[in-house]
């Protein structure tokens, strides 16, 4: 312990021996940090940290680091000793140390900074180094500097020490200019908090020495006049010190942008970023009244305080950690605290430390806090084993390793919400650190918890019980044990995890490292197979390899999409009997095999990874391909039509596995394609997609923003519901195999060019089976009579052309027709039986036949029903209810045609315009509406004349 230095009345006159005196004791605590660096180090390693101050100062094609004689080089007031000089000549024999001729001082200091010097200093420890350069220097210059700080790094690394260099100007430090966020870096989320950490842990190696040293720390928050008084009255001359500003007013904000930046960083080294992350609440908490650490350790000087391990950066990080906590008795984060600050140090007590003279200082500090806190040896035993915890007590770390993640976050949100916060972090970096908060620490169903982030070396198992208890019907419950033998029964104390899905529970046990191709599986309650196992784990490693590749940093900037696929078919359902099932059943498909059609997938196991690493598990045990679909659609909805996932399709072995495989793998690139075409191609339709599983067809579309899926039993029923007409646009794709002898196949084939089309075949003597798709795909199925089949059609093709003329169907757009809508028929025709051609036919909107009187229909809204018609007969307007009309106009037609051949009477126009809402709803009036009404009234017409019993 030392005199007291007091200062603080620098207004009034100022004794140069007392700065004197504070240079040499900041000076003398630097050089003692530096020894203790030293400690850490080997020989190799030692050579890097001797040599870097010379380095910087010498520009020597000789020396590490070269890069051009034009690279800013000399040190400010630098002189060799003698360690610098023999450590240089190791390096280069034949080098001389001449002054640098004819240079600037370009080089105004060179510090290290972080753990090293301190209790948390260990073997692995990286040496982040600050070169403060000449403020002013062209961007050229700088460049070549960062260059050969980047060379230095690579050489360092060639003797085992972990270098980064970071050239530093002072003034636009002090301005907070430059600053980006990167994988390595904070960004704008944190400025003065790196300062006090600088502050408080820098090593000096050469050259100037920060004016802070010499602002009283009474005097901290009145820095910038107490520098001007000192720099002005020559108590310190301008060329000694660098100034890089204040630690004591760190604005509000930046405990928040640091705040979420730490948060990411937990998510790979957990231990580390909770004692930031509890310093920086610790810090806000006394926001804006409160005094950084920094501040702190130069009180301590002032006091008089010299000995190293009080001084100690990380210690009296701890033991202010430990006041704020023990304050607010939290007594569990404390000891959580504890142990995030003994893993960190490195220093396990329960083993001697090999090098007494190297690194007993550190043993001997962490001995007398852990007394103090009172951990016995079998505590201390437990933690010093933490490389070989296995994967309950790894779960039970992790578990409060998040809590205390999730409560900083709540405190940093709570405390942004308090301030008002607003625009204290770049908005594209909030919304990356989001994103990767969101990957890492959401939790939603199937997916796959990491447990292990930087825990323990291998939690892996030898022996592994999976035990299947069924709850109920549509309720199953699958639980991994971690057993040390066979002989040792399942218990509670044992128990990993449990899920409905065993998909879930091997993707978890693998993607943790939880099993491997050594641990040893049993099975229990379930009729499985260990080689299944193995085949299911072979599978997702070949299409999903873990442990998982890092993502690039630029994939958060988006939204989470589908990376990779992998669908695992009938994993825990078994196929039919083998007995029942041969392959030369004559229908080889899949989903339809057999004489008798049967579905082979039984069920669908799914592991799908998406951009942001997040890897989830979806098990369908029942109506598999069906709900797989309609989930894979929904996942698909945000995926752009170019990057959507390969699917990889596995099965269990059988003897028709290759069969399900194959057919899997077809029927998934026909669903990637369909979902492709719907989103590139036809962006403003709506997909519907049919596929047929045994003897049901399914219907797969969108509705309100909804994906819904439908079931039917039989072509009718389907055919019924793909009529509901919609006002989107549709986008029609049939799996390749279904519907594959039905004529709507061939319509739904042929239905995407422009216009208005009519599908037709003849299901009977004069009676014409037409299906009609309209521009937005919608589909009407209806029947008509006939005498002669181009009458009807060319009755057809006139009504359809007045309503899309008149504008009465309000989608139509002619100008892309040249003011003529193309509408046109196609003849469906069979080969052997089969549904096979679509035959384009020729139909005149006119005929050259003189016609019979034209029948108009006129529809308003009624009294007694909500629709009634009025019709207009041969210019005469019809009078009574709709049975009088009616009976009036099959009276005229009669008188009309007198005994002419019968046949059947076509309405040539239509009028629904006064009761849209009540036919339409909410939406436009389409084709399908005016075709359904027509083909109604001109049943009930030809009904009364008498003409369709005739034909």
């Known amino acids: 312990m030392e005199q007291p230095i007091d200062i603080a009345n620098l207004d009034q006159g100022l004794d140069r021996d007392q700065l004197k005196k504070l240079k040499k004791r900041f000076l003398a605590i630097s050089e003692e940090r530096l020894a203790r660096t030293r400690l850490g180090l080997n020989d190799r390693q030692q050579l890097v940290l001797d040599t870097l101050a010379a380095l910087f100062h010498y520009n020597h094609p000789g020396l590490p680091g070269y890069v051009s004689h034009k690279t800013p080089a000399k040190l400010s007031n630098f002189k060799p000793d003698n360690r610098t000089k023999l450590a240089v000549k190791r390096l280069s024999r034949s080098f001389n140390f001449n002054e640098p001729a004819g240079r600037n001082n370009d080089i105004y200091a060179i510090f290290i900074m972080g753990s090293v010097g301190t209790i948390a200093h260990g073997s692995h420890s990286d040496l982040d180094v600050w070169v403060c350069y000449r403020p002013g220097l062209d961007a050229a210059s700088v460049q070549l500097l960062t260059h050969k700080g980047e060379r230095i790094s690579r050489w360092a690394q060639t003797l085992g020490a972990e270098v980064h260099c970071f050239p530093m100007d002072s003034e636009a430090f002090k301005s907070g200019q430059d600053e980006t966020l990167d994988e390595e870096s904070s960004g704008s989320s944190q400025h003065y908090l790196l300062l006090d950490e600088f502050y408080r842990t820098a090593i000096w190696l050469g050259g100037r020495i920060p004016l802070w040293w010499f602002i009283p720390p009474e005097r901290e928050h009145d820095y910038d006049h107490c520098a001007d008084l000192l720099l002005r009255k020559q108590f310190i001359r301008p060329k000694e010190v660098l100034d890089f500003g ?11 942008g640091a705040g979420i930046w730490h948060l990411y960083k937990g998510i790979d080294s957990p231990y580390k970023s909770v004692l930031k992350l509890l310093l920086l609440e610790a810090y806000a908490s006394q926001h804006p009244q409160g005094m950084p650490l920094s501040v702190d350790f130069k009180k301590l000087v002032y006091s008089g305080a010299t000995e190293i391990d009080t001084l100690d950066a990380y210690v009296r990080l701890y033991w202010h950690l430990e006041e704020y906590l023990s304050r607010r008795k939290e007594s569990k984060r404390l000891e959580l605290i504890r142990r995030a600050f003994y893993f960190k140090v ?231 009997d083998d007995d029942a099932v041969s392959l030369s059943q004559r229908n080889q498909d899949a989903f339809c095999f057999g004489d008798e059609p049967h579905n082979l997938v039984r069920s669908i196991d799914v592991v ?16 598999a391909l069906q709900k797989f679909t309609q989930r894979y659609w929904q996942l698909c909805q945000a995926q752009a039509a170019s990057h959507l996932p390969e699917i990889t399709v596995y099965c269990s072995r059988s003897p028709i596995s290759t069969v399900i495989c194959a057919r899997m793998k077809d029927y998934f690139s026909q669903l990637n394609e369909a979902i492709a075409g719907s989103a590139a191609k036809h962006s403003n339709k709506s997909l519907r997609f049919i596929f047929q599983t045994d003897t049901r067809y399914h219907l797969l579309h969108e509705q309100d923003q909804h994906t819904l899926l439908q079931s039917f039993d039989s072509e009718e029923l389907l055919t019924e519901a793909v009529q509901k007409p919609r006002s989107q646009p549709n986008y029609w794709h049939l799996d390749s195999r279904a519907m594959h002898n039905d004529p709507l196949r061939l319509v739904l084939e042929n239905s995407a060019a422009p216009g208005i089309k009519i599908f037709f075949y003849l299901p009977a003597t004069n009676r014409a089976r037409l299906y009609f798709v309209d521009d937005y795909q919608n589909i009407t199925l209806l029947q008509f009579p006939f005498g002669r089949l181009m009458s009807l059609l060319q009755s057809l093709h006139q009504f359809i052309r007045h309503i899309t003329q008149q504008a009465l169907v309000t989608h139509y757009d002619e100008q892309e027709s040249f003011g003529v809508y193309p509408v046109n028929f196609y003849q469906l025709k069979r080969d052997n039986g089969r549904w096979r051609h679509c035959e384009h036919l020729p139909v005149a909107a006119e005929t050259k036949e003189p016609t019979e009187f034209e029948v108009k229909a006129i529809a308003e809204p009624g009294q007694s029903r909500p629709v009634e018609y009025r019709f207009i007969c041969d210019q005469t307007e019809l009078e009574g209810d709709l049975a009088s009309q009616l009976d009036a106009t099959a009276r005229m037609i009669r008188a009309h045609r007198g005994l002419a051949e019968a046949y059947p009477l076509y309405i040539s126009d239509l009028d629904l315009s006064q009761c849209r809402e009540l036919i339409a709803g909410g939406r436009d009036l389409l084709l399908s509406d005016y075709l359904n009404a027509k083909n109604h009234l001109e049943q009930l017409i030809n009904t009364r004349t008498g003409f369709i019993n005739q034909l």
């Not at 760190?250 to 928040?256: K, Q, V």
């Not at 799908?608 to 109506?623: A, D, G, I, K």
Request: proline residues 5%; positive net charge; charged residues 20%.
């Open 608 to 623: 799908y990874l998406t951009s942001w690493n997040e890897l989830v598990c979806l098990s369908f045990p029942q109506q």
């Open 346 to 576: 490195q220093c396990p007590l329960t083993r001697k430390p090999r090098q007494q003279n190297r690194l007993g200082w550190q043993w001997k500090i962490m001995q007398a806090m852990a007394d103090q806190w009172g951990w016995r040896k079998d505590a201390l035993t437990l933690l010093d084993n933490r490389q070989e915890w296995k994967a309950g007590q790894v779960k039970l770390e992790k578990h409060h390793l998040v809590h205390e993640l999730i409560t900083s976050y709540r405190f940093i949100t709570q405390f942004a919400g308090k301030i008002k916060a607003k625009n204290v972090i770049d908005k594209s970096e909030l919304e990356v650190l989001g994103h990767k908060l969101h990957a890492a620490f959401d939790r939603k169903a199937g997916k796959i918890e990491f447990i292990n982030p930087d825990i323990s070396n291998s939690i892996t198992e030898s022996m592994l019980l999976l035990r299947h208890r069924p709850q109920r019907p549509s309720n199953e419950r699958w639980s991994v044990y971690a057993l040390p033998n066979r002989a040792t029964p399942a218990s509670r104390h044992l128990l990993l995890k449990q899920s409905s899905q065993l998909n879930e529970i091997l993707c978890w046990s693998l993607a943790n490292g939880v099993i491997d191709p050594q641990t040893e599986i049993l099975i229990e309650g379930a009729n499985i197979k260990p080689n299944a196992i193995r085949q299911y784990m072979s599978s997702l490693l070949a299409c999903i390899p873990l442990p998982l590749a890092k993502p690039d940093h630029r994939d958060f900037q988006n939204a989470s999409t589908l990376k990779k696929v992998m669908v695992f078919a009938n994993l825990t359902a078994t196929t039919l």
């Open 246 to 256: 204040s630690t004591a007013k760190i604005p509000a904000g930046e405990y928040i």
